[in-house]
């Protein structure tokens, strides 16, 4: 059964930036679609940006033109550029693959804007 491990979260001052790193293990396939979500405190998770086998992208709203999603194919790992970081981007950040039947998510790592 393939895992995904996720790092790159800390503590940032607003306006700054984090590339989130998420690498997939345990599958011999290659994965095409893979995605990050994040959870809020005491609110739902919500998606955040994904990246499709052909490349293409997309991205909620609120970090378009912030946040960039990429990926190394050939290590089957996904990556989250974030930039322009604000006080509501605080949230435990998870990276999210169709392993499995329902797919699989990350462990989460915690990233906080704050002064």
């Known amino acids: 059964q393939g895992q995904l491990v996720e790092s790159g979260g800390g503590l940032v001052q607003p306006g700054g930036s984090l590339r989130l790193s998420c690498a997939a293990s345990g599958t011999r396939f290659s994965i095409n679609t893979m995605a990050w979500y994040r959870q809020a405190p005491g609110k739902e998770r919500e998606f955040v940006a994904v990246i499709r086998g052909g490349g293409s992208t997309d991205y909620v709203e609120s970090v378009k033109g912030r946040f960039t999603i990429s990926r190394d194919t050939a290590k089957n790992t996904v990556f989250l550029q974030m930039n322009s970081l604000k006080t509501e981007d605080t949230a435990v950040y998870y990276c999210?693959?169709?392993?499995?039947?329902?797919?699989?998510w990350g462990q989460g790592t915690q990233v906080t804007v704050s002064s």
């Open positions: 999210w693959a169709p392993i499995g039947g329902l797919g699989t």
